[in-house]
């Protein structure tokens, strides 16, 4: 009787482990499909629609979805000593944590003597919350299954985000959906929209690359329907973005269909010592690369909404310069410089920016789009408002931080299955940083978790080169 109990026992931990595994993978499957789609809208007694919120409801969402994962990660970590050992000594030893809590702090100091403490408040508790969310998501990504979990999640997310916005687009009007031009879809705005797709594109396309090759060494049918089901996802998405014609989203594009490729093939080339069968693999990038930006070229072209958006730009910046070229950000990024120079240590404040910006609209040059009936409320430049809200020593942490980033795509942590992370990171890494140059991500909650999240997985990737 006791060594069957014995027995029983010893076959409980491997299922208790395969448990947990499965409970981690689903509850990222989940986070990130729902946290995109999330919206709340609101009826009048006779069923009509008259509001909906999108930012408020996915800030809600992610903080508490990123507790319920540290409070799941803290319930494993109580039963498995060796595991918790291990996630100590990343706590400890990684860089990237300690950064990212002293940029944290320097938000909550910058957060005293605001004009709206309520807005720096709950700026602040999301960033705490952004701050757990790192850490557990860099906790579970060191084992590949959940972070292929999370990259599902979002391809299933832009599935569903990618019809509504077609149906949109067709003049099709969805029930619990505000009408908004764009098409906007769950995000309430074009701009996010589009930037949604830029960033999640190299995930979806890298999934699919990853089917191809698991179908070319396997041979089943399952492995080429969901590499076809990717690819066609992808395709839907690209062209969402171009019914979008957002023109920050389409040079985002335009810079990953390039950086990508050529980092490819410099690397490899490097790592592999002039291997020929990894130099073409390389090539054979370059190719798609340019393929690649012929349809972005043919899109533009096919959509004339974005092709009047791109010619008009060239027409400004032909007859104006820069200054014409910017257009308004011209002025607040110019006024946003004069509230940096009165602001430079801790700034006017966590979330405040938009409610000190009447004070400096004409401290440069005169906003044309500020007056008693329009408030602006976002600079289009994360850097700028970052140095305004929360002053220039928190703005170069973050640039520390970010560039950091980029630094540890040089460890190349992929075996020979062809799943080199690198890839849809510096992607997505390349156009996070011409969309926060040019727009607001870092003002949108959903946005903001992105950062996160990229934040999190590139610390995981190269945490076993790192810790050595």
Not at 54 to 66: D, Q
Not at 228 to 243: E, N, T, V
Request: net charge positive; charged share 15%.
């Amino acid at each position: 009787m006791a060594r069957r109990i014995k027995k029983q026992r010893q076959i409980s931990v491997p299922q208790q482990i395969d448990l947990w595994q499965q409970l981690a993978k689903g509850l990222l499957f989940l986070f990130f499909m729902l946290l995109p789609l999330t919206f709340c809208s609101a009826f009048t007694t006779e069923g009509k629609l008259y509001l909906t919120l999108y930012n408020l409801p996915k800030l809600y969402l992610s903080a508490g979805f990123s507790l319920i994962l540290f409070a799941g990660l803290c319930l494993r970590l109580g039963k498995d000593t060796a595991l918790s050992a291990l996630t100590v000594n990343f706590g400890k030893r990684n860089l990237g944590l300690k950064l990212l809590v002293l940029f944290v702090l320097l938000l909550f100091f910058s957060s005293f003597q605001v004009l709206v403490p309520a807005a720096a408040f709950l700026t602040l508790l999301h960033y705490l919350s952004l701050l757990v969310l790192y850490f557990t998501l860099a906790c579970f990504f060191s084992n590949p299954a959940r972070c292929w979990a999370a990259v599902y999640g979002l391809s299933t997310a832009l599935l569903i985000f990618t019809t509504l916005g077609i149906i949109q687009f067709l003049g099709y009007k969805i029930p619990f959906l505000m009408p908004i031009l764009g098409p906007a879809a769950t995000f309430g705005y074009r701009n996010p929209a589009a930037h949604f797709i830029a960033l999640v594109i190299p995930f979806i396309l890298f999934a699919s690359g990853r089917h191809w090759h698991l179908w070319r060494g396997s041979k089943k049918p399952l492995q080429l329907i969901f590499f076809i089901a990717f690819l066609l996802g992808a395709s839907a998405a690209l062209i969402l973005l171009f019914m979008n014609y957002s023109r920050v989203a389409i040079l985002a594009l335009m810079l990953e269909a390039l950086v990508v490729p050529l980092f490819w093939f410099f690397s490899r080339k490097r790592e592999v010592k002039g291997s020929a069968g990894r130099v073409r693999r390389g090539g054979w990038l370059l190719v798609i690369s340019l393929l690649m930006l012929v349809v972005i070229a043919s899109l533009i072209m096919a959509f004339p909404k974005s092709r009047q958006r791109v010619e008009r730009s060239f027409n400004k910046f032909r007859h104006g310069g820069i200054a014409r070229l910017l257009e308004f950000r011209y002025y607040h990024w110019g006024n946003s410089l004069m509230m940096i120079k009165e602001h430079p240590v801790l700034g006017v404040g966590l979330g405040n920016w938009r409610f000190n910006y009447p004070l400096y609209y004409k401290s440069f040059a005169r906003d044309p789009l500020m007056n008693y009936r329009v408030q602006i409320r976002k600079t289009h430049n994360d850097y700028l408002q970052l140095a305004a809200e929360c002053g220039i020593p928190a703005l170069l942490l973050f640039l520390l931080l970010w560039g950091r980033q980029f630094y540890l795509l040089r460890y190349s942590t992929s075996d020979d299955d062809g799943e080199d992370w690198r890839l849809p990171l510096l992607a997505s890494l390349t156009a996070f940083s011409v969309i926060m140059f040019f727009s607001f991500p870092m003002q949108m909650a959903y946005s903001r978790m992105f950062c996160f999240f990229l934040l999190a997985l590139g610390e995981a990737r190269a945490w076993p080169a790192l810790s050595k």
